[in-house]
């Protein structure tokens, strides 16, 4: 069964990772490239995806990391 969704969110400080569904952050960051990567770590870990929002909070890249409904074939 896969996890939850990672949501990458802009914070007044930095960046945060969030699970789908959560009230609370799952970790901080500085720069949005280490949430980026925390995020993608627990993704691959629990076969979900990583929605990375833009500062203006819209989603602007999703990666599937095993829970992909239609992966390509080849």
Excluded at 19 to 48: K, L, V
Excluded at 54 to 68: H, K, L, P, T, V
Aim: charged share 30%.
């Amino acid at each position: 069964m896969a996890g939850k969704n990672r949501h990458v969110v802009k914070r007044d400080y930095g960046w945060a990772v969030r699970g789908a569904g959560n009230q609370r952050d799952t970790s901080h960051h500085r720069p949005q490239p280490e949430a980026e990567w925390s995020a993608r770590d627990i993704a691959i870990n629990q076969r979900s995806e990583v929605l990375i929002h833009s500062e203006n909070s819209r989603i602007r890249e999703c990666n599937s990391y095993g829970n992909d409904p239609h992966p390509p074939k080849g």
